[in-house]
C-alpha cells in the first residue's frame, strides 16, 4: 500500500485547509484511515479517523468541531476538512491505514506539512 498525501500549505488563523490522501496496491483487509501529525519538538498525535466500510469516524477532542474526515471509496482517497485553524494545529500531517485484525496503523503517508500564522 502506498498512501500520498497532499494539500498543505500555510494559512492565516480562522482560515480553512482541505488535505487528501490517496491510497494505492491493496484493498483488501482494508479497515480504517486515519490522520496523525507531529509539531516540531513533540511526539506525534492522533487526529481523526474513519473506517472504508461504513464511514464510522472518531476525532481527538481537541480537533472535534473544527476537523471533519472523510473517504471516497470509488477514488481509495480520505479528506480531511480542516476549519477554524489554530496556531496550535502547526504540524506535519501524516496518513495512515490500518488492517482489519490489526492493533497498530500498518502503513504511513509521507506527511504534508500544515502551517497556521497567528
Known amino acids: 500500500v502506498q498512501l500520498q498525501a497532499s494539500g498543505g500549505g500555510l494559512v492565516q488563523a480562522g482560515g480553512s485547509l482541505r488535505l487528501s490522501c490517496a491510497a494505492s496496491?491493496?484493498?483488501?483487509?482494508?479497515?480504517?484511515m486515519g490522520w496523525f501529525r507531529q509539531a516540531p519538538g513533540k511526539e506525534r498525535e492522533f487526529v481523526a479517523s474513519i473506517t472504508w466500510s461504513n464511514g464510522h469516524t472518531y476525532y481527538a477532542d481537541y480537533v472535534k468541531g473544527r476537523f471533519t474526515i472523510s473517504r471516497d471509496n470509488a477514488k481509495n482517497t480520505v479528506y480531511l476538512q480542516m476549519d477554524s485553524l489554530k496556531p496550535e494545529d502547526t504540524a506535519v500531517y501524516h496518513c495512515?491505514?490500518?488492517?482489519?485484525?490489526?492493533?497498530?496503523?500498518?502503513?504511513w503517508g509521507q506527511g504534508t506539512l500544515v502551517t497556521v500564522s497567528s
Open positions: 495512515a491505514e490500518k488492517l482489519f485484525g490489526r492493533s497498530a496503523y500498518d502503513y
Open positions: 496496491g491493496r484493498t483488501f483487509s482494508r479497515h480504517k
